[in-house]
């Protein structure tokens, strides 16, 4: 299965505005996401609206394209992306995997992992899910819950606590129920991607801010995988201090 691992890059952002470029060690935030992607797919590029980020990744020998400004999500970037190479090198692919910019520690095993779960036929998008383990992060609307049927087909994410549990004090719910967290990356069928960006906006994605919402109440099938492994992000300058002791 021939993957294309696809990095959108923003510099505006809301809590910490030029991330992306922020120096982690000795090399910025997207050099660390980008060579740790490599490491499990075909092709990794990082697709942005900037010429700061589109320079330093050229820069460090990676592959970057320019793509529009009028992008509403990440989603939409990458498939703006998947259409600017496929049509450039004449190369179709087999897989697209969307990896935040802003994940300096992203497993390769957690890519290898979203891979696999297109061994099921019905798959049409993947993505991870980790358990929860603190009462609070239930209640966390920072942190996107999801259930999933009994073949781990997403049924429905939410900011809520889902599900409700009827017959349990708050402060016991960890220990009665597997909550799940998703974690936001995906993995596409090509096909599905160019499918998912032109629906319109729904209004259970309006409602929640969620736009995979979107893609269930037009039917697709997200497979979701379940992993342990610490999921470790940069949203805030504080969060890239304490990831700078990660790596002494």
Same mark, same amino acid.
């Given at each position: 299965m021939k993957t294309l691992g696809i990095i959108p890059a923003r510099y505006a952002s809301t809590r910490f505005p030029g991330k992306p470029l922020a120096i982690l060690g000795s090399k910025p935030v997207i050099q660390w996401v980008y060579e740790r992607s490599f490491q499990v797919l075909d092709k990794?590029?990082?697709?942005?609206?900037?010429? =700061?980020?589109?320079?330093?990744?050229?820069?460090?020998?990676?592959?970057?394209?320019?793509?529009?400004s009028e *992008?509403?999500?990440?989603?939409? =970037?990458?498939?703006?992306?998947l259409e600017i190479l496929e049509s450039r090198d004449g190369? /179709?692919?087999?897989l697209v995997v969307n990896i935040q910019g802003d994940e300096?520690?992203?497993?390769?095993?957690?890519?290898?992992?979203?891979i696999d779960l297109f061994s099921d036929p019905r798959t049409q998008i993947a993505t991870l899910?980790?358990?929860?383990?603190?009462?609070?992060?239930?209640?966390? %609307?920072?942190?996107? /819950?999801?259930?999933?049927?009994?073949?781990d087909f997403a049924m429905f994410?939410?900011?809520?606590? !889902?599900? $409700?549990?009827?017959?349990?004090? =708050?402060?016991?719910?960890?220990?009665? $129920?597997?909550?799940? /967290? *998703?974690? @936001?990356?995906?993995?596409?069928? %090509?096909?599905?991607?160019?499918?998912?960006?032109v629906l319109p906006q729904s209004q259970l994605e309006t409602a929640?801010?969620?736009?995979?919402? =979107?893609?269930?109440?037009? @039917?697709?099938? !997200? /497979?979701?995988? $379940?992993?342990?492994v610490e999921h470790i992000g940069i949203d805030t300058p504080e969060d890239l201090h304490k990831a700078q002791s990660l790596i002494r």
């Open positions: 990794v590029c990082v697709a942005t609206d900037d010429e =700061r980020i589109f320079t330093i990744v050229e820069d460090f020998g990676g592959l970057v394209v320019m793509t529009s *992008h509403r999500s990440g989603t939409d =970037r990458c498939a703006e992306a190369v /179709k692919y087999e300096p520690f992203i497993e390769p095993s957690l890519i290898k992992k979203l899910a980790s358990n929860i383990s603190k009462t609070e992060d239930i209640f966390d %609307p920072n942190k996107t /819950k999801v259930v999933t049927d009994i073949n994410f939410s900011r809520s606590p !889902i599900p $409700y549990l009827r017959d349990a004090e =708050r402060i016991e719910w960890h220990t009665k $129920y597997r909550f799940l /967290k *998703h974690i @936001g990356i995906y993995a596409f069928l %090509p096909d599905v991607l160019r499918r998912i960006i929640e801010s969620l736009e995979q919402l =979107r893609w269930l109440q037009n @039917g697709c099938r !997200i /497979k979701v995988g $379940y992993t342990e």
